[in-house]
């Protein structure tokens, strides 16, 4: 069984894919405002909000417990394909993974968008299961952010 790993879904949306790219690359810290159960806070250690290699902490709900992931916000921030890209550096996730990073993706599709999210990770051992619940609430997370923005 192999340490690497990649997991990933899609999910369909009604915002546009450049707003939904903008919160997630610009405006993380508005998320949990949106989804509370899912998002209890995003705060900035270092660096500047929507940059590159900013730094950001964020305190989440998985699996029904509190946890808390501090992840170099923007390894990458593709404005052309409305991509960011998220490397964990420390928090819960790092009992089981030695890497994770976790890539979001909106491309427009008719009045909508397609959301494509990424979870590679390495685990620290074979006996660890793939992130699919991690993955969840991604989704999850996604169509709240999606009925939030459209009332909007």
């Known amino acids: 069984m192999s340490l690497f ?13 450049e707003i939904f ?3 997630f690359s610009c405006r993380p810290h508005h998320i949990s405002n949106v989804c ?14 929507g940059n590159e290699g900013s730094v950001i902490c ?13 992840a170099i916000v ?10 960011v890209t ?3 550096i420390e928090g819960d996730l790092m009992e089981e993974y030695k890497n994770i990073k976790i890539t ?23 006996n660890i299961i793939e ?4 993955l969840q609430l991604e989704l999850d997370l996604s169509k709240d952010l999606d009925a939030h923005l459209v009332q909007a």
Do not use: C
Request: charged share 30%.
């Open 104 to 126: 979001v993706r909106a491309t427009p599709m008719g009045e909508g968008s397609l959301v494509h999210w990424t979870l590679e990770y390495e685990k620290l051992h074979e």
């Open 131 to 134: 992130p699919n619940t991690l």
């Open 5 to 17: 790993g990649k997991v990933e879904t899609d999910v369909e949306i009604k915002a546009s894919a």
């Open 86 to 88: 998220f490397k964990v």
């Open 74 to 83: 923007v390894e990458a921030i593709d404005e052309k394909n409305n991509s």
């Open 58 to 70: 964020w305190d989440y709900v998985h699996d029904g417990k509190a946890k808390v992931a501090k």
């Open 36 to 49: 509370p159960d899912k998002i209890q806070g995003v705060a900035l250690h270092e660096g500047d909000w």
């Open 21 to 23: 790219h903008e919160v």
